[in-house]
DNA sequence: ATCATAGTTCGATAAAACTCGTACATATCA
DNA sequence: TGATATGTACGAGTTTTATCGAACTATGAT
């Protein structure tokens, strides 16, 4: 769980961009978790990151939707405002993660439910 | 778990009302469900009954909102629909509960959640 | 029969949310 | 410097959802 020693805790800025404006945990409220995840497209999202991201953030193209890039920005800046992910810019790119952590601690069990989601048809 | 014979797992029409129209346990979205619990009222509606109905279904007016009563019409529809509650009617009463055993096992850990949450405001 | 009660249905209005085109900003690279 | 790539911002059109009044239905009690 935790390094060597207590200092440790401390947590350098690790080099990477800082996150976009998002929810503190504190903040998280789950009617607006519910509400992000009641639209299929933010769904596959989520569930796409939960199972086939290998630890690396990834950027929107990285998904393949068939949608024009400002539907996109849409759903993507939903799922961060409600607090599902956290979103850093990398050059161009603009990378997202699943905020596993924080979902965990403030609704346990919430990240299983979309791992094991299915759609009801491929909505590209 | 279950009763002495097992003959006693043919369920008899157990002289209740008739469910009213309610999607069947493998039509149960995870996206309806979602959608059903992002709004704070229904929210607060699952909640009651999951912590305080002893054994019995309420109705509406069990709850005691003050709200119109369209409103209300409008959202235990909206949760019955999403197959989050199971309505029965007792005369002049629509009773509700909560679809427990169909969520658990289509959702297991989603009823937890609702347990948990905590409302950001008092709504009435 | 009369009356009150619990809830529905309909219709109007208003507020959100989704979708998408266009224009814009910025980083990277030749 | 200019071209390209990633994504945002704004705005319009459309759809969905919420809210509520008013009229209605049906049950149950007196």
Redesign the interface.
């Known amino acids: 769980m935790s390094t060597s020693t207590a200092l440790a805790d401390i947590r350098l800025p690790d080099d990477l961009p800082p996150p976009l404006p998002e929810p503190a945990v504190d903040e998280l409220?789950?009617?607006?978790v519910?509400?992000a995840?009641?639209?299929?497209l933010r769904?596959i999202i989520i569930r796409k990151l939960l199972l086939e991201s290998e630890a690396y953030d990834h950027s929107c193209g990285w998904f393949g939707f068939d949608r024009p890039k400002s539907s996109l920005t849409h759903h993507f800046k939903a799922l961060r405002e409600a607090g599902l992910i956290r979103q850093r810019q990398y050059g161009l790119e603009r990378r997202s993660r699943v905020r596993l952590e924080d979902l965990d601690a403030r609704?346990?069990?919430?990240i299983?439910?979309?791992k094991?989601?299915e759609p009801?048809a491929p909505i590209a």
């Open positions: 409220r789950l009617e607006a519910m509400g995840l009641a639209d299929p769904l609704f346990p069990g919430l299983d439910l979309v094991a989601w009801a």
